[in-house]
T-cell receptor, first 110, second 115 residues
C-alpha cells in the first residue's frame, strides 16, 4: 500500500462547478500536510498547507481529519486555469522528506 | 537567480552511460532534496541534504545513484551505468529552513531519457 493515496482521475468538470479531491495517508505519525499543484510538464508548486482546523484560500478549501488520516481539497467555481494535477503531500516525523501521492488530474471544460 | 535552477533541462543517454544532473538551489536555502518523477506518477523521494550533510538517502534506488552537495549550495546527482528504467524527470527542491510547514520550491527538472 502506498503511503499517500489519491484517485488519479481525471476529473472532467464544467467551468463553475465545485469539485472535491480526497487523499488518505497511512502513517499516523505524519505531522504536516500540503496540496501542491503541477501543470503539465512543469514543476510542482505549493497550493496550500493543510491545518487541523481546516483552512481556506479564496476558492480553495483544505481539510484534515487526523482520526481518519484523510485530507481533502475543495475547489469552488472552477476556472479553466484550474486544470492541472493536484498532489497530496505529507511530511512525517522530524525529517524533511515530503511524500507525494500520485496526483489527481483535473480538467475544467467550457 | 530567483528560483531553483536545474541543468541540463533535457538529457538523452545511451544505456550504460554515466550522467550528472546539476541543481542550483535558492541562495541561502539550507535544505535540498532530489526527487524522481516517472510519467503519470507523483515525485518519489531520492535523497535530502541539510547544508553539505546528506541526512537521508533512503530513496536512492540503487548504488548506481550518488548525490553530493560539497559546499552546501550546488548539488549534483550522478547516475552511473544508466538503465532504461532510470528514464524520468529528476526534480530538485530547496527550502529555507528545515522542519515545519516550510514551503519547498522546485526546479523545472531534468528530463532524462535512456535509450
Amino acid at each position: 500500500r502506498k503511503e499517500v493515496e489519491q484517485d488519479p482521475g481525471p476529473f472532467n468538470v464544467p467551468e463553475g462547478a465545485t469539485v472535491a479531491f480526497n487523499c488518505t495517508y497511512s502513517n499516523s505519525a505524519s505531522q504536516s500536510f500540503f496540496w501542491y499543484r503541477q501543470d503539465c510538464r512543469k514543476e510542482p508548486k505549493l497550493l496550500m498547507s493543510v491545518y487541523s482546523s481546516g483552512n481556506e484560500d479564496g476558492r480553495f478549501t483544505a481539510q484534515l481529519n487526523r482520526a481518519s488520516q484523510y485530507i481533502s481539497l475543495l475547489i469552488r467555481d472552477s476556472k479553466l486555469s484550474d486544470s492541472a494535477t493536484y498532489l497530496c503531500v505529507v511530511k512525517t516525523g522530524g525529517g524533511n522528506k515530503l511524500t507525494f501521492g500520485t496526483g489527481t488530474q483535473l480538467k475544467v471544460e467550457l | 537567480g530567483a528560483g531553483v535552477s536545474q541543468s541540463p533541462r533535457y538529457k538523452v543517454a545511451k544505456r550504460g552511460q554515466d550522467v550528472a544532473l546539476r541543481c542550483d538551489p535558492i541562495s541561502g536555502h539550507v535544505s535540498l532534496f532530489w526527487y524522481q518523477q516517472a510519467l503519470g506518477q507523483g515525485p518519489e523521494f531520492l535523497t535530502y541534504f541539510q547544508n553539505e550533510a546528506q541526512l537521508d538517502k533512503s530513496g536512492l534506488p540503487s548504488d548506481r545513484f550518488f548525490a553530493e552537495r560539497p559546499e552546501g549550495s550546488v548539488s549534483t546527482l550522478k547516475i552511473q551505468r544508466t538503465q532504461q528504467e532510470d528514464s524520468a524527470v529528476y526534480l530538485c527542491a530547496s527550502t529555507f529552513l528545515s522542519g515545519g510547514n516550510t514551503e519547498a520550491f522546485f526546479g523545472q527538472g531534468t528530463r532524462l531519457t535512456v535509450v
